[in-house]
């Protein structure tokens, strides 16, 4: 606790002032789930779907992250520097991996996640495909093939034959378990079919694509070769040549810039591409330019295109049920995304039911439910009702749409307040779920709710009652009580939430240490509407102070007056209810000719003890009577939490 000085014939010249202190519809698909992964780089990704495993291959991070289908990392091969190409055993056994700066494939185990073996194979492996239990391997601008059948592995490099492979973005191959003794090669505008059941890769025939391509694909029925990179029409597509004579075939649209292509076991393809404002993977139906679903992935980063996907960084699951694709941001963080039901059309389903209505009486709502393939007259639509008395939903007798996919119903809603109609299609071997919402306000009787004490003022520390008073209401008679002191310092608390007595009150006891403002709330129910009511109460402060440094107390006339040598400083301790910042108003006055003159007051800081000790220096002479009191004035003693408190007059006089 600090002292301040006040001298005496400063106060008698000076005066100081005081401070004045509904609607549910269906766009684009998004994924189902999302998931970080650990890695630097994507190389490649598998899909293992009898133990539902997803394999990413880590070129940058030597390493294969091994997810299940939501993402979550349940293995890391480490020390495989460089791994990209990534291919499954038609048993789903074996994944094998392409480790590039290694010279070497190594077989991983997929029950136990361990390398098994690993084979040298004299050059730096990239892309692989498995193809009657040989794993064909991407070299240079060349292929090979390693068998491990026999007692030993045999490897075969460069059997592209005649085939003029020269491109930058690499060698790349394709082949379907569907389709057994077919290879597809391609590179740098060079394409071609290989016959690969003897020991060896026969050519079947030769062609051309486009030179951007950055992934292949074969067809299940054997018929084309797909390529992430193609016409249609000159735009960007996924580009289809027949695998007879890699002639261009009608192929499929994307946005731009198409990087990726995989085909699933039933024949449906998805094209992914390089979008920042645009869908980034398209799935279509065989032969149908149109695509039935498209994924749009966030944006994570920080720039204003949203993530993008990495290149030839798709995979079908064998049940075509999921495609499984990994995205980049900004900053460089890779995301393992399931694009769940992909061969499914989306469809919207559109909810509008009027904004209000009167509770008890008929409503009418009515939307419609379209998609890419129209669905038949007659799709039963599923209605919930939610409302204050079924939170959980209530569900009304179903809709059928019409042969332009509208559809109305009516409802009686029992209960007032927010009542929200939920419609839902269920879905069916080729169209999604669809779900659209609508919300209507329902009206309810006014509440009568009081509260007790506002504006009144209390001593520091009292005791107060407040008392909620409900009048008429359906069935909740519920009230709850919160007090919120004034400062930052304290937040609002609930004080009781109980039910009314029978005479509809409901109080709680408030200690009024500050102004604090008292809040009433019933939530409402079926009937009557939710209502909240306020009061505000004042706290004095608490404000003492105690006179030190006198040699005895006396009267004079009625008044007790404390003596002091004309000599003598006298000390003020003023002790008042801490508040962070706050100080005391040091006011004094001196008695002249029969009245009292008011000669200033001075504001000082409060220790965090809530004391304040001044010292008045001694006049030198005596005769001088005066009077002091320390007050707390809302809003000029540094804050406002309490109500302006005025402490006792402190009557001293100097004398010999």
């Known amino acids: 606790m600090r002292r301040r000085t006040i001298s005496t014939a400063t106060a008698l010249a000076v005066v100081f002032s005081s401070a004045v202190l509904a609607v549910g519809t269906a766009g684009p698909a998004t994924a189902d789930s999302a998931n970080t992964l650990p890695v630097k780089s994507v190389g490649d990704i598998v899909v293992d779907g009898a133990h539902q495993r997803v394999y990413v291959s880590d070129p940058t991070g030597g390493k294969i992250v091994v997810t299940d289908y939501a993402g979550a990392v349940k293995a890391t091969l480490t020390g495989l520097s460089g791994v990209s190409g990534l ?11 392409a480790v590039t700066n290694g010279d070497r494939i190594v077989s991983v185990e997929t029950g136990t996640y361990t390398e098994t073996a690993s ?43 005649d085939v003029e492979f020269h491109g930058a973005f690499g060698m790349f191959l394709a082949s379907d378990p569907a389709v057994p003794g077919v290879l ?106 149109t695509p039935t679903r498209e994924y749009d992935f966030p944006n994570t980063g920080n720039s204003s295109g949203a993530d993008t996907l990495v290149d030839g960084a798709l995979a079908w699951a064998p049940d075509a049920s999921r495609v499984f694709a990994v995205s980049v941001n900004t900053y460089g963080t890779y995301t393992l995304r399931a694009l769940t039901d992909p061969t499914k059309e989306l469809p919207t389903l559109t909810v509008a039911a009027p904004a209000t209505a009167e509770r008890a009486k008929k409503l009418t709502a009515t939307g419609r439910l379209t998609s890419k393939a ?17 939170p959980s939903g209530k569900a009304l ?41 609508d919300a209507v306000q329902v009206s309810r009787k006014a509440t009568a709710l009081t509260l007790n004490n506002n504006g009144k003022l209390y001593a520091y520390g009292k005791d107060v009652t407040f008392t ?4 008429a209401t359906y069935k909740n008679r519920t009230v709850s009580l919160y007090a919120d002191p004034f400062g930052s310092d304290k937040p609002r608390k609930l004080l009781k939430k109980a039910k009314v007595n029978s005479s509809g009150n409901l109080s709680a006891i408030v200690d009024m240490t500050r102004d604090t403002a008292v809040t009433a709330v019933f939530d409402g129910d079926a009937r009557y509407a939710s209502k909240t009511v306020k009061s505000t109460a004042y706290a004095n402060a608490k404000v003492s102070t105690a006179v030190s440094r ?27 209810n801490y508040y962070a910042g706050r100080q005391q108003r040091f006011q004094l006055q001196v008695y002249y000719q029969g009245s009292w003159y008011d000669s200033g007051s001075e504001y000082f800081a409060l220790a965090t003890n809530g004391k304040s000790a001044v010292r008045l220096e001694a006049p030198g002479d005596s005769g001088i009577r005066a009077r002091m009191r320390s007050s707390y004035i809302n809003g000029s ?17 100097f004398t010999r």
């Open 374 to 390: 129209p669905l038949p007259a007659g799709t039963v639509l599923k209605v919930i009702r939610t409302d204050v008395e079924s």
């Open 184 to 289: 597809v090669a391609g590179n740098g505008g060079a394409l071609a079919v290989y016959d690969v059941t003897a020991d060896g890769a026969t050519l079947r025939v030769k062609g051309d694509m486009d030179t951007a391509v950055k992934q292949l694909d074969l067809t299940p029925d054997g018929g084309q070769v797909l390529t992430s990179w193609g016409s249609p029409d000159f735009g960007y597509g996924i580009g289809a040549y027949s695998t007879a004579d890699l002639t261009e075939m009608a192929g499929y649209p994307t946005d731009a810039y198409p990087n990726a292509v995989r085909v699933a076991p039933n024949g449906s393809v998805a094209g992914g591409s390089f979008s920042w404002y645009d869908p980034d993977v398209h799935i279509h139906r065989p032969g149908d330019p």
């Open 87 to 97: 291919a499954l055993s038609a048993d789903s056994g074996q994944v094998y991996a």
């Open 119 to 161: 084979y040298p194979v004299g050059t730096a492996p990239g892309d692989l495909e498995v193809v009657d239990g040989r794993v064909w391997f991407a070299h240079g601008t060349d292929f090979g093939s390693l068998d491990v059948s026999g007692a030993e592995p045999v490897v075969h490099l460069a059997e592209r034959g």
């Open 468 to 471: 909620a008073h409900l009048g």
């Open 637 to 653: 003693s540094g804050d406002s939490v309490n109500s302006t408190t005025h402490g006792a007059w402190k009557y001293f006089v």
């Open 397 to 437: 007798a179903a809709v059928k749409t019409k042969a332009d996919g509208t559809f109305s119903f009516t409802d009686v809603p029992p209960a007032g307040g927010k009542v929200t109609y939920k419609v839902s299609y269920a879905g069916d071997a080729t169209h999604a779920p669809a779900a659209g919402y």
């Open 550 to 576: 006198h040699y005895k107390t006396g009267k004079i006339g009625s008044t007790t007056y404390y003596y002091f040598h004309k000599n003598t400083d006298p000390v003020f301790t003023t002790t008042m």
